[in-house]
């Protein structure tokens, strides 16, 4: 099942915050995180696993929630490359089949 | 240079046409996944691959059949392509099933008419 990711859109000026959330209905046992810019392939930001922990890339921050089954990426004091669609990818469970579903992706604009 | 090689990168065919699209890595990778992108929907999975010859159905595997024959290569492929298949399609490669970055290829668009 597709995770929900809001919001779909956001522009910022260089240097503002932004937080994207990413949540499921179902229990995860792990959360992705991954930026594509346009006519590129997605690149990989961040993986949050089952416990509750938060982790950071640069500016680039993230939470996982395991009681609400959702993920939060935090973005602070943006800069003009962090500009791109960001897609949240959630693996439901802890089967031994492994399957990543993402989301449809929020596509974050920064402006000078 | 750790890489994921997807050929070709633009495709336009016909209606049954049949075609393959391959992908490679060369990280030694065990899990290969497909993956298509279309506009509003995100990316959804077509098929994936915990190691050679075991292979699973992602989330859109219909029309689409894959092979996992050596470690290394992953090709997708269309027995009759129809024109509901146009899309832009990644391949990606992680070291183990879970816990791990996946590595995504350039992509191939394809588009069928």
């Known amino acids: 099942q597709q995770p929900v990711q809001s919001p779909q859109a956001v522009i910022l000026r260089e240097g503002e915050d932004a937080v994207i959330n990413c949540s499921s209905s179902?229990?995860?046992?792990?959360v992705h995180w991954y930026r594509q810019k346009h006519g590129e392939a997605p690149v990989f930001l961040m993986i949050?696993?089952?416990?509750?922990e938060q982790k950071g890339h640069d500016k680039i921050s993230a939470s996982f929630n395991e009681k609400k089954q959702q993920s939060s990426l935090y973005l602070t004091a943006s800069q003009l490359s962090y500009s791109g669609t960001y897609f949240c990818?959630?693996?439901?469970?802890?089967?031994?089949?492994?399957?990543?579903?993402f989301g449809k992706g929020t596509l974050l604009t920064v402006n000078p | 240079e750790a890489q994921v090689t997807q050929n070709p990168r633009y495709l336009i065919t016909v209606t049954g046409k049949k075609l393959t699209v391959t992908c490679s890595q060369n990280m030694n990778h065990e899990y290969m996944s497909w993956y298509r992108q279309d506009p509003g929907l995100g990316l959804r999975q077509i098929y994936y691959s915990m190691n050679v010859e075991v292979t699973d159905k992602g989330d859109v595997p219909e029309g689409y059949k894959v092979s996992r024959k050596e470690k290394r290569n992953f090709p997708l492929i269309l027995e009759s392509p129809s024109p509901n298949q146009t899309s832009l399609y990644f391949c990606?490669?992680?070291?183990?099933?879970?816990?791990?970055?996946?590595?995504f290829g350039p992509g191939t668009r394809l588009t069928v008419t």
């Open positions: 179902k229990a995860l046992y792990s």
């Open positions: 949050l696993l089952k416990g509750g």
């Open positions: 990818g959630t693996e439901i469970g802890g089967g031994s089949n492994y399957k990543l579903t």
């Open positions: 990606a490669s992680s070291q183990t099933s879970r816990r791990t970055e996946q590595y």
